[in-house]
Structure formats: C-alpha cells, structure tokens
C-alpha cells in the first residue's frame, strides 16, 4: 500500500486518475490538489465519484504531497517543472503527465512550449514512461514522463517497423483521429457539442506539440533522424484515439503480422489483432489497450498500420498507473484489469 | 467460486454480463449458449473482451447448463419459459433477465406479449429481482426475474412516495428516456445511426410492455391498485435511463429528501444526491448505480422526481449480477465496485 | 425588398437569421452587429455562410440600423430593452429573439431576469409573435417579441385543449426536452461535448425563465390563471426540441384528433400528424414547422400531445423571419419554404 | 420546366434527391419507384416531406419512367445497367447516382462489383458527372455516371497538384473519413447507434470500391497510371466527408494556395478557403459544396489537401442536380443555393 497524490486533479485526466486509483488494491489515495477548486468534494464536481472517493480539492502543499510515496501531476505544462524536482528531492517519486519532461531536448522544448524550460537537470534525469520500450528504466526512475495520447498510439504502432528497419524512416506519415476530450475541459467554443458533434475537422497541420514528442521517441528506437508527416483531426467523440499509419517497405517484407505478434507477446497492454481486423476505437473505452492491425493494401509496398487507444487511459491516466506499477514492483496490471465499455 | 452459465450472449446483456462476470472473484464463467454464432469465439464478435474471456458460443445444451450453479438468460420472452424449469429442476438456479416471469398475472402477461405462458408454477414461484424490495426473498430463491429497465428506475423512484402514501397514486406520471442500447443490437432500421442520432422521439405511448410490469411493482408496495401514465423516449445516446417522474401530494409533505435518504441509506447501489442535484445519466455509465433526485418545483403539491440508471446494469446485466450475489451469499457489491466512465 | 440589420448576430440564432435571410427573396442584409467581433466577416466565423453573405461585423450604430426597415435583435436579455424604443420611434420595425418583450408584467419579467425593465412602453406596445394566436397584431406591430423555445413547442402542443376547456388547467406538466444549441454558443463547461453527449439531464427544476412566458400564453388563451409543472431537460443533439405534454381531461372528450387538424388546417408552419405517429425533432431540422401529435394512452382521460420544433428556427429565427413576413405583407412561407434535413 | 423521374427512392440519397428537387424551380417530380415500399407515401417513409413531396413509391413502369425527360437511379448497382440503355433509347436522359457507369475498363468493374456488366455500349457512352472536369462534355450527354462520395472529394483534393505534375504519382495517400450515411439505409448491425457512434474505425483497407474509381479519375488528368493507397474511416456522424490527401512534392513548388484558387475560380462548388483554414465538414452539410485547404506541413515536401463534402449532396444528390442543371441548359446552381446548416 502506497499513499498517493495528484496535482491539478480537475481535468479529465484527474479524474480518470481518480476512477483508476479508488479501486486500485494497493493506492491509498491521499492529497488532491487544484487551486480554483479548493474544499469542493472531488465527488461534487464528479458526481461518478460518490460513494468511492471521499477527497476534498486541497491548495498544493509541498510537505503534504511530499509524504506521498507518489504524486502525478495531471497538470499543464510548466507545473510539474516547478515542483516535480523539489518532490523528488525529497524522496516522492513522480509521474508527469502533463509535458514537461517529454522532451529531450529543452531548446526544441522551448521551441515548442513557448517557454524557457528552468528544470534542466529533472529532465536530463526524467525517463520516458513507454513500459513497452524503457520498463527497466522506468522500474527505478525517480520522475517519469508520461506519454502523449498521439504519441503513444503512433509509437506502438511504428515500433516494430522501425525496430527491424524495414521502411523509409524519412517519410512515415501518421494521420491521427481523437475525440474530444484530448482538448481537456476547458470551457473553449471549439469543444462545444455543438460546434464539435456531427463534424470532422483537422487541425494543427502546421504543427502540434506532440510531433517532435513522437519524432523523439521513433528516432530513439531507429537510431537516426527519422522524417514524419503528422495530421491530427477532431473526431465527434467523446474519447479514443486512431492512428492511421503509412511507411514504404524498403524491400519485399517478410510476415509482418508474425513480426507484430511477436514484439508484444509479453506486452499485457498490446494486443496485435488477428490479420484482417479493423481495430474500433470503443473496443478499449475506459481500458488501458493498445490494439492495433497491420495491412499492405493491394500487396503493395505501402505498410498500412491502425492503431487505438483510449486517449484517456492508455493514452494518459492508465499507463500513469501502469508506470506505478512498474515503479512500485506491484503486479503490472493491477487496478488496469478493466474491460472496454462496449457498446 | 461457482460455475456460471449464460443462455443467449451475443445481444447487449449477454456482452454486459461477460464483461461483469469476466472481473468477478467469485465466478468462473463455464458456458456461454448462443444459437446462431456456434463456434465462434465470444473475443471476436466483441472485441473489448480479448483476454479476458475465452470462451466460444455453444448450441444451448441442458445437461451442461445445468452442471452451473447459476445460468443467466439473456434471451427473448419465451426462451426462459421453456429451459428454465427444467433446470430449477435439476438444482440449477437462474436468474432470467427477460421477461418470461416479471408478470404475475399470466393472463396479462399473454396478452402483452403475445403469446401463451407455459410454465405457470415456475412463474408462480418465481422472485421479482429489484434487491430494494425483494431482497429477502432473492435470498432463497430458485428463479429470479430480473426487472426491466424502465421498471427499474421508475420503481425505485415512486417507491418512497408511495411506501408512505403521500401522492395519489390514480395520477402516476412517468415520462422515461433511454439511450438505443435498450432497443438491444438487432439490425433495426430505426435504431441505426443515421436515423437515431441527433434526433428524439416517443414511442410506444399506447402501450409499453414495461407498463404493466411497472404498476404491478408499484400496486405490490402501495397494498392498492395504481394508475400510471407511462411514456417511453429514445434519446440520441448509447447507454442510460432517465426517469422523470410526477405525482399529486395528498397533504403538505414533510422532508421529502430526508425521506428519501433515510429510505436508502443502506442500500448500496440507491444514491440518493443532495438536494438541488440533477442526477446525468453519464455518472452511471457502466456502473449499477441508481441516482436519484427529489423536486417540488416552485413549492407546489407537484413532486418531481428524478432517476437515472445504466439500462444495462442496474437496469440488466449489474442487476442480474447483484440478485446472484444475494442468491449465493456472496457480498452484495462483489464485481459491482465500478466507477461510473466520465467522460 | 426591405433593408433589415441584425443586432447581435454571434450566437447561433444569429447565424441561423443570416442562413434563412440570405436566401430571402424580399430581404437584403444591410448590416450585422457585434461589439466583440467588430471588423470580422460574417463568413469567417461561420464558414458555411461563405458564397452566401459578404458582410462584417459592425458596432452597433442607431442610425445605420434606423436605415433599415426592420431590426432583429439576437442578443442577451436587456440589450433591446435599450435600443428597441429608439428604433421604433424613428420608424424602423423591430423584431426581438431576446426575451426583453415577453412578459407583459414587468415585475414578474423583473424577478426572473434579475434586472429592472426600462422601457415600459415599448413592453406595453410589444406584440408576443406567435403568429398561430397573434397574427393579426403582429401584421402591424412595431415591436414583435419573438417567443421563447419552448414556450413555442408547448403553446402549440397545448392550445387547443386550452382554447376548448377540455383538461384541467390547474395541473399541467410540460416535460420538455432540448439540444444543446438551446443553450447558446457561450464558451460553458456544461455544453462542451465531453459533458452533453452521451448523457440525459433534467435542469432548471425549481424555475426556469420561459416558465412565465408559458404561463402567460397559455392563460391569455384559456381566459384564467392557469398551473403549470415545466420541467427542462438536455438532450445529447445539437438542434430540437421534444415537448411532452400532459393534461387530464375534464369530461369525455370528442375526436381530438379532429379537433388538433382543425385548429391548425390554415397554419402553414403546425402540422397535425396522423393518429399513431410519433413526430421525430429531425423531420424538422432546419425547418419552420412544429410537429404535433395527439395521445389517450390506454384510453384513460389523461392526454399526451407530442411537440416537436427546431429550437433555432420555429423556436427562434425561422419564427422571426415568419414574423417578418407577415409584418410586411409578403407570403407568410417566403424564405421558409426548408425541408428538413433528413437524415 | 422538365419532367423528373426517381427509380429507388428508398434510401438516403433517393430522399435527398426529393429534398433538393421539391424545391427546384424548373422541375416536376413526375414519378419515385420503389419495389418494396409500393402504394406507401413518400411523406409516410419521410416526414421531412410531408406537405412539400405528394408523390406514392410506385413500382417501376419503363413507360412510365420514359414519359419523363430525366430519370435519376439512386438504386445499388445492376438496377441502372438494365434499364438504363432503354430509357436512353426512348429519348430519356438518365443519371446514375449509382456505380454501373463510373469504370470504364468494364473488365476492372466486374472484379471489383462481383458481376458481369451487361451494357457496354451504354458505359462506352457514359460521362462521368464531375463536371469541375467533365462540364463540356456532361452537357450534351444521355448518360451521365455520377461519381462515388469518396472519389469526388479526393479527385478535386488532388486535381490541380495532378493536372500540373507536382507529385509524384506513384504514392498518393487519400486517408477518408465519412459519416455513417455513406453506408445507405440497410438495417445493418455494423452501423447501428450503439455499434458506429463514440467510435472510430477503418475499413475497406484491403480494397474499397471507390479505388479504382479514383484511380481512373486521377489517371484520366494525370495521363498516366497513378498509384494510390486509399484508406476509408467510419465517423461517428450522420453526413459528411473528410479526405486527407499527401503527396510529395517532385521539385520546390511554387504557390500552391494560388494554384488551386485560380483552378477553382470559376466553379460554383468548390470553395477554396484562405491560407491557415480547416475544413469543417459541417460547413457543408445540406450543402452542394467542396471546401478545400492546402498545407506544406514545416515547409518539407509533402503536401497536405484537406477536402471535405457532405456525401449526400456533392458526393450524391446534389452533384447529380448540379449535373442535370448542366445537361438541361438551367443555371448551374439552380434548387443548390444553400446554406450549410451550421450548427
């Protein structure tokens, strides 16, 4: 048992934190903080929470959170920059979910977030929290990096690709789709049912934060630069992801789907399909699962890889836990073993 | 640890019940019956449950039903009549998730659902299973029949008014929405997309099949016959009932929140909110909770209810599950600890 | 031809004027206002205006708008209460979509709105623009106060009950349900889609402001006081309005039916549908009609009507446009003549 | 004045041809069959019709349909290739909306629709209805095909990049995504409301029938044999079309915004929207419309096209209007002036 934190609980990944960690076996949830919110009950403002969590919003306090054995930041980006390192200083480990410590490199970092980066040795010391490529870093890490929604479907998906180089590095595109929700709760005309629902728009074509995020992370696995085209969309939902991904076979590939199958044999969040599946975005609401398909439409050279998560808990939450887990020597799956709401 | 089986698993309350019972600690899932869909496993009509049920679809057999301690019927009227007694029979107990036994009055039963009902003494014997009036009876019971949604959250919403006699109970109005997944996943023309969403409707304002099953419930707990308006909804969303219910005070009423409250303070899955809430369906999505919530608009002597459940928990499968946990003695909330998917 | 401006014409009645006008072959738009988007194009905010409107928003101007014949107001309550008087004393015709002209007693519009009345007047002189009860005033109103929602869904689901003494006028309930867009284009968490979709909620409860704009309708026509129970609910869609609406009738009633299909034979925008249908809010999106259907469940002596509009066009601008119409003689259907969008 | 007949107008694009033709100025609907549905009102099937549309489905009457100057098919393909030749024979022009005379190479038409084609003369005779490419020679034709949804909003995406030889044409991307109505009205378990929405899907990866539709379309004002991989989503919406199209850059290009404005200048549906824009599908909903957006994501050599229709209306109904305003000498735009209903 474990006493657990989270900073900035109001969004929709505090919240999802929250449904995962009450029935989780061996969290005790402690402190949740939000300034705007100070003394509501958590389970005012969500009311899916009566009866199983029994927290008030409390203002962030540094020795309150420090004697957590855990603290997520479910926080915008240059919160968790400014307390993160203190709290690890004194021995609370931390999970980022927001994007502070994603980027490697804090010029790029800057470039993107429009803000200097002032925690430059928290950083340096900070791993990726992807379990399928750095689990053993993650077992002893002090700060973790949760992933990005986009960039975990569309890493998981490129990975095995990438890993046996086995297409054109240079120009991989990834036309990605999210619900809603991925824009958070803020009270933005955009997200509005009405401005949102029974419509399908991309967005961010010239550039959204979490491409150098997934540039990053597949040139890690690659071991050089590689190229990405990046077009995220708005799907009229309210969660879910769905990567579409494209990459040109570099030569006459061999069983792609047994080299997929492979890769995630020991992965309990991967589940490659069986050949012919199209993956729906449903089929992992409110689970931590990545599924994913892999097709060569007309035999041809172009790989064509679909893959989905739940932007909410693969894509956030759930893999946060999953990184707990991970840390804390507990069962890998614990609290995670949920089935999609499905229909 | 009992042995389950499940009669009927492919529409939407057998997919809920695996879903449930996959996670349950006390239950091993033995069979799972469905004409149609032999041999097929149940992961790949509903993917949501890769790895976590691993079963196939078997032509309904009796001899390996009735080797379960519990069998669940997910079937339309007239399938449970028929195999249910039987294996009561044969020491099996089963919980009915139709319609086969909600009725007492056989007479009309038939004239509802047209159609003659042949196993009289089982539906003599049969257990209404709405655990906030029956409970103890369910308790010992060979053959409980599970309450229809809309019964379900009407029911627990006039219940206190009526248990203390405090609205005419000759004026009952209940004006009831339901997500599509109540009108179950066959290929129905007016439940597609295209014809559902972004649309509302009433129908079966001349006579629903829940009519008679509600005022039978609420002329059980009132000791005299009711007379109830009932109008059925169907609203552009998957899962959920909203009930808004209206009655007549016969005399200025005490507290009627308080009333409430007390009435359901020990039950688990009743949760009454403060007063001035109004209870979304959303906050019991996937979870067997009934929320409900207590008006007198502008101080009138009109009381307004208001009740929400999932209709395929509390309103099918939860349920189903909550009256097996009573039936074997297990803690009544065991694999029913689940928090409500917000957003 | 006439010259008509808009006032406020951001939200989404705003638009929906600009979408009906456009097409209008008596009508040209000589201005739009708006303070917060001075300079902006029409066309910009909402693309779908592209082709059809080359205007941009101005600052409202009391002499550019008394150059017109005709001034719809689209704004927040208080704003024609200003502006309107002065307009019609310089000769220009005024049509308010708000609700500043509603209510004829200004302390009751007064307590609702939270806002003292300044113009008395105006108020007195106001027009109520339900052209299927006001049509001849309307014809030469200066001032027409364009009706709310659902007071538009409900008046015309209950007046000929009303208007032939056929229920009882004390105890009428209204549950009434709306899209989203009801709630307007306002930046508010609750309508997000991650909030409104896939939920159903009651709201207001205990008073909302169209509650006595019903009451005063339904009591012009009924000639006394009479009692009401409206309760509001939000529909996950972004355009419609479902009134259900029950009443207990007073003595064996005649051919209802009959009664609704004369009442409405000469009204081109109300249309009594068959006996045994159920008016779907779709078969009227983007339409001007009101849908109506007449119930006797079970043949007891309460009566179910069924309402259906488009909020934003027979409950707002196509209402408006229609009250243009007759303002100015032109064909009551002119600019009208919409099919609904289906599916 | 001409006279219109409909055969098939049961399904979604048979009530938006009713939709758009009921109110165009030069067209008497004359005749609408249905086999099925023979003797029943159209207004009963659709209620958006009642009071505009007073036509009975009758059953197909080749004299019938020969006495009208156009007859539309909106009927699945093998129903226009039998009757077809023979209304054409009898002076009766006809357009298609159906696939039976979009491919010319009639051998590549039976392996993709499973069937033989049995009209070569009349698919040798047939234009294909785009008319931003094809106008000259739709006018004078007896036959027009009119293009699939998905190969409309692709082949304008890409036209100008093509006709100008800026891509490589041997790896075309078109990654689509469309609203269920693209799946027609069959009463199909896949695009139920509890099956398609809060959802997000591929499909057809393997070989969807609009490929080599497009690809004939592409290699037709590319003169040479494109390559395309073509990857079609399932949206959790009624209407609307959404393509993402890429293609790499042969040599630095010049002003691609420019380009595609001065290709589009003239034609009176296709929206070329400024520099930065994003293409909302509902911009165009109801509306005969094709709104483009041109990206160079960071400057490198992909291009990005963003393209979306409503598929019912330019990808359907309202292209074949458009093509039948062309063949019969009325404006282009005549019954196609509208407005997107937004929101």
Chains 1, 2, 3, 4 share one sequence.
């Not at 959170?65 to 926080?75: E, K, M, P, Q, R």
């Not at 086995?166 to 120009?171: G, K, M, S, V, Y």
């Not at 933005?188 to 934060?209: M, P």
């Not at 939450?317 to 999609?340: D, H, K, P, R, S």
């Amino acid at each position: 048992m474990i006493k657990v934190g989270i900073v900035g609980g109001t969004g929709y990944t505090g919240v999802e934190l929250l449904r995962l960690l009450a029935l989780h076996p061996q969290v005790e949830l402690a402190v949740i903080t939000s300034r705007s919110e100070e003394g509501v009950h958590v389970a005012q403002m969500y009311p899916n929470l009566r009866g199983h969590v029994d927290l008030k919003f409390t203002v962030p306090d540094l020795d309150q959170l420090a004697s957590c054995d855990l603290v997520f930041f479910a926080t915008p980006h240059g919160v968790a920059m400014d307390m993160a390192p203190k709290l690890i200083e004194k021995g609370t480990r931390v999970v980022d979910l927001g994007a502070d410590y994603r980027i490697k490199d804090l010029e790029l970092w800057s470039r993107w977030y429009n803000m200097e980066h002032t925690a430059a040795e928290a950083a340096a010391e900070a791993v990726y929290g992807l379990p399928e490529v750095y689990r053993e870093q993650i077992r002893d890490a002090r700060l973790v990096a949760n992933p990005g929604c986009y960039p975990t479907a569309t890493q998981l998906g490129f990975l095995p690709l990438l890993e046996n180089d086995l297409i054109d590095a240079d120009r991989l595109i990834a036309d990605c789709k999210s619900g809603v929700s991925g824009a958070g709760r803020g009270a933005n005309v955009g997200t509005l049912l009405c401005e949102a629902s029974e419509s399908f728009k991309a967005y961010g074509v010239y550039g959204h934060r979490h491409l150098p995020e997934i540039k990053q992370g597949l040139t890690d696995v690659y071991g050089k630069q590689v190229g990405l085209t990046f077009v995220p969309h708005l799907t009229p939902m309210i969660r879910g992801i769905h990567s579409t991904l494209y990459g040109v076979l570099k030569a006459p590939a061999g069983d792609l789907q047994a080299l997929f199958e492979e890769r995630y044999a020991d992965e309990p969040f991967v589940d490659v399909m069986p050949a012919g599946s199209f993956p729906e975005t449903r089929s992992v609401k409110g689970a931590n699962t990545c599924r994913i398909a892999i097709y060569r439409p007309q035999d041809e050279d172009t790989v064509v890889v679909l893959s989905v998560i739940d932007n909410l808990v693969k894509g956030a939450a759930g893999q946060a836990v999953q990184n707990m887990n991970i840390m804390f020597g507990f069962e890998e799956t614990a609290g995670l073993q949920i089935v999609g709401l499905m229909p």
